[in-house]
Antibody
Framework: EVQLVESGGVVVQPGGSLRLSCAAS????????MHWVRQAPGKGLEWVSL????????YYADSVKGRFTISRDNSKNSLYLQMNSLRTEDTALYYC???????????????WGQGTMVTVSS | EIVLTQSPGTLSLSPGERATLSCRASQSVSSSYLAWYQQKPGQAPRLLIYGASSRATGIPDRFSGSGSGTDFTLTISRLEPEDFAVYYC??????????FGGGTKVEIK
């Protein structure tokens, strides 16, 4: 079964740091571009970042650029999001998602995890 | 950045009725790289449509997508009880940076 499982979400103070993880299984992880998407409570979906299958290309939403870093360890079938200088507006459920086709950046997301909740509050 | 505007914000319909959801882009979406997702409370989004009109694996044929350029539509031909949810459009082709629309909630009338 193709599966993504996020972890690492906690309550953190403004200005703090956090690393989210996404464990992948059931597919050849190192063939696929991966994304992070977040959803603030009661709000819509907001794309956060992507990383290509080989880690060679990364992109960020303007709202997180310079504060968040996406990475992956293909030997561990894992995706990460390092979040620094956290703000209250970063409070959200964070999903990792896989694209449909291998070796492409431009594609829809066919598999999503269940999300991990990050709360930034003093 | 391409901005996607979905309308209406809420659609109140009865089971068996036809639902028509709109997604308008601020500039042309290249190669029809437009997708639709369904999200139910407490669940992750589910891919319904990609490439503007192709159904994802396992999606019933009552769901159909159409459009090109800046105007796209998701149609649910006959609403089933399990179709009441929030629907999002997404563009994924005009730059590596993906954008989502604000969502349309389809609720039971």
């Amino acid at each position: 079964e193709v599966q993504l499982v996020e972890s690492g979400g906690v309550v953190v103070q403004p200005g703090g740091s956090l690393r989210l993880s996404c464990a992948a299984s059931g597919f050849t992880f190192d063939d696929y571009t991966m994304h992070w998407v977040r959803q603030a409570p009661g709000k819509g979906l907001e794309w956060v970042s992507l990383i290509s299958w080989d880690g060679g290309s990364t992109y960020y939403a303007d709202s997180v650029k310079g504060r968040f870093t996406i990475s992956r360890d293909n030997s561990k079938n894992s995706l990460y999001l390092q979040m620094n200088s956290l703000r209250t507006e970063d409070t959200a459920l964070y999903y990792c998602a896989k694209v449909q086709q291998d070796f492409t950046i431009y594609d829809a997301f066919d598999i999503w995890g269940q999300g991990t909740m990050v709360t930034v509050s003093s | 950045e391409i901005v996607l505007t979905q309308s209406p914000g809420t659609l109140s319909l009865s089971p068996g009725e036809r639902a028509t959801l709109s997604c308008r882009a601020s500039q042309s979406v290249s190669s029809s790289y437009l997708a639709w997702y369904q999200q139910k409370p407490g669940q992750a989004p589910r891919l319904l449509i990609y490439g503007a009109s192709s159904r994802a694996t396992g999606i019933p044929d009552r769901f159909s997508g159409s459009g090109s350029g800046t105007d796209f539509t998701l149609t649910i031909s006959r609403l089933e009880p399990e179709d009441f949810a929030v629907y999002y459009c997404q563009q994924y082709g005009s730059s590596p940076r993906v954008t989502f629309g604000g969502g349309t909630k389809v609720e039971i009338k």
